[in-house]
């Protein structure tokens, strides 16, 4: 067989012109070997019907296998040449043709340099699009994060305002206000804890010197 690819050829017909050979080799020789079983079932049957035949049905079988190899061998050199001017005369494509698919690259020529630069700027065109979609997938993120922010601040501000209405129905005056002189009120009770704390420690310091 043909180690040749032929891929032109293959594109064309939709098959490796060698594996149409292999097909059609196997083709003749299982036709070779049914027909020796047809010639040697009839080789039994008329020796069958000749009285005092010495010639046994094993012997028949040696006589067919070896006129079967001795065809095959002759066979197998017929159908080398019979294969190799198939595949050149009428399973091969001249040099000079093209195929109607490829005539786009007659009209747009182009070298290998050429094609590996365009293979090189698809490579950066699929990064690029592969860093967008990471970034755009990172925008969502943060603005879901955003939306569950926005949604918390609604509702403390919406505690605010009921506290702020609380205060209105109690006289509490103004809740900002009133917020604001609580965390004064506070920032001063912390200083005092705080004045507290240290005059014990000092307390305690004293007490373990004397």
């Known amino acids: 067989m043909s180690v040749d ?9 939709g098959f490796t012109p060698q594996t149409c050979m292999l097909r059609v080799y196997i083709a003749f020789q299982d036709y070779l070997f049914e027909m020796m079983l047809v010639v040697e079932g009839v080789m039994l049957k008329k020796l069958d019907g000749i009285p005092g035949c010495k010639i046994s049905p094993s012997q028949i079988r040696k006589c067919t296998e070896k006129f079967l190899l001795f065809m095959k061998e002759h066979f197998d050199k017929l159908f080398a040449k019979m294969e190799e001017v198939l595949l050149q005369l009428v399973l091969n494509i001249p040099k ?26 698809l490579q950066q065109l699929q990064q690029q699009c592969r860093a967008e979609a990471a970034a755009e997938q990172a925008l969502r993120a943060e603005l879901e994060e955003q939306k569950a922010v926005k949604a918390e601040l609604e509702k403390i501000l919406q ?3 009921g506290l702020e209405n609380i205060c209105r129905e109690h006289g509490a005056g103004n809740f900002k206000e009133s917020f604001a002189l609580l965390t004064q009120s506070s920032k001063k009770l912390q200083d005092v ?18």
């Open 96 to 121: 000079n043709v093209l195929l109607p698919e490829d005539r786009v690259q007659e009209q747009y020529p182009y070298s290998k340099e050429e094609f590996q630069a365009l293979q090189d700027e």
């Open 5 to 13: 690819p032929m891929a032109y050829e293959t594109q064309f017909f």
């Open 159 to 161: 505690c605010f305002d």
């Open 193 to 210: 804890l705080k004045d507290v704390e240290e005059k014990s420690k000092k307390m305690k310091q004293h007490d373990q010197l004397m």
